[in-house]
Structure formats: C-alpha cells, structure tokens
C-alpha cells in the first residue's frame, strides 16, 4: 500500500540549531512531493513541492528539502530554525495516476525553544 | 484574492445525527478535495470532486458523501454520526485534477465533535 513515514513525532531545537526532518515514501513509481506546515492555529500551508528537475527545493521562509530517489525520501532542511518556526510539519505525496490526491505522513511536531 | 473557506469552523453533533459541511474553493479552482484529519495524524483522503463529478474516493463507508456545484464549491454530508467522526473536517482546492504538476490548497478546516 502506498505510505508516507515521518520518522520524527517531536523535536524540539534552541533556535538558531539546524534542522533536518526525515521523510520516506513507499515506492509508487513517479510521484509528486510536498512539504506542509500548520503553525499553531492556522491552516496548512505549502512549504515546497518537487515535481521534477532539480532535487533540491526551496521553499518559503529559507526551507529546502532534497528529493532522493534510489532512497525514497525527500527530507526537509532549515540551517538556523527561529522561534516563529515552531509549528507542525506535514509530508504528503501524490502517487499520479487517475486520482489526484494527496498521502500524508502523520507530521512532526517542531518546537523552537527562544 | 480570497482563499479556500470553509464553514461552519466548528460544529457540535451527537450519535446517530447528520451534518453537511461546506467549502468554496479558491476563484478559478476546479477540483475540490475533503480530508479528515485525526487529533495526532496527518490528513486522510477522503473525496475528491472535478468539474462537478467525483474523481476519487478514500476509504470511507458509504455514510460519507460529497457533491460539487456548478460554481465549484463543494458540500461533504456524513450520516448516522459515530464518536469516531470527531476530526478537522479539510478541503482543498486546486485549478484542475489535483494530479501531476497541480498543488492542492487548503481551508482552515471545520472542526467537528461527536457526542
């Protein structure tokens, strides 16, 4: 069955620390991949998506994530995470096909300490 | 421009009773998707809705049910209401059939709880 796993429930960083957020999917031929983020009482946003080219994506707010293939993971990065970072952090794919919709993963909790 | 909305943002219900929740998508948006979304995990498929026509459906019993206007917005309808409805009830809009090199956007979501 086609899966998302986030390998991190919570993390929890002093700003200013790196960040990487770990995402596998299960193999599904081409897929299309996305980074959502919640912050704390508001809806989910995009972050970034891949859809083909270059694997290495940056999103909004100095995010990026890096579409590994022969691993099946496209794993989101920060080099310096600020309080205002602190939300929970959604992967999704959509696996193609005839239906459009989108397999997420059950997110990672991010918790920036100031 | 005005984003996806979704209402009511949240709604009370007890077992056994129905409840309709709705969604406009994004102008110009096409597809319209429902997800539901578990305190603890990610968003789960459960419709998604293209030119007034479904395109795709989750693992869902029959007592959910959706249609989509012909001004795109969309309608999701559960019956017979278990404790376990209770979730963020999303939708997400996209221009066309969210498949390949389209994004899906979403609401703030309708948050329901079954009594």
């Known amino acids: 069955a086609q899966s998302v796993s986030q390998h991190n429930h919570h993390v929890i960083l002093s700003e200013a620390a790196s960040l990487e957020l770990g995402c596998n999917y299960s193999y599904g031929g081409t897929v299309n991949l996305f980074w959502y983020v919640q912050y704390p009482g508001q809806h989910l946003q995009l972050l970034l998506k891949?859809?083909?080219?270059?694997?290495l994506v940056k999103g909004i707010k100095g995010f990026e994530a890096e579409f590994i293939k022969s691993k099946f993971s496209f794993n989101l990065r920060k080099p310096s995470v600020q309080w205002s970072d602190t939300a929970e952090y959604f992967c999704?794919?959509?696996?193609?096909?005839?239906?459009?919709?989108?397999?997420f993963g059950k997110g990672t909790k991010l918790s920036v300490k100031p | 421009d005005a984003g996806v909305t979704q209402s009511p943002t949240h709604l009370i219900k007890t077992r056994g009773q129905q409840v309709t929740l709705r969604c406009s998508p994004i102008?110009?948006?096409?597809?319209v998707s429902w997800y539901q979304q578990v305190l603890g995990q990610g968003p789960q498929f459960i419709f998604q809705?293209?030119?007034?026509?479904?395109?795709g459906r989750g693992n869902f019993p029959d007592r959910f049910s959706a249609r989509q206007f012909p001004n795109y917005s969309s309608e999701l309808n559960v019956n017979a209401l278990l404790l376990g409805d209770s979730a963020l009830y999303l939708c997400?809009?996209?221009?066309?059939?969210?498949?390949?090199?389209?994004?899906?956007?979403f609401g703030p979501g309708t948050r329901l709880t079954v009594l």
């Open positions: 999704a794919v959509n696996y193609g096909g005839s239906q459009g919709n989108l397999i």
């Open positions: 102008s110009g948006h096409k597809s």
């Open positions: 997400a809009s996209s221009l066309k059939l969210a498949g390949f090199t389209d994004t899906q956007y």
């Open positions: 809705y293209y030119e007034k026509e479904e395109r």
């Open positions: 891949y859809f083909s080219g270059d694997p």
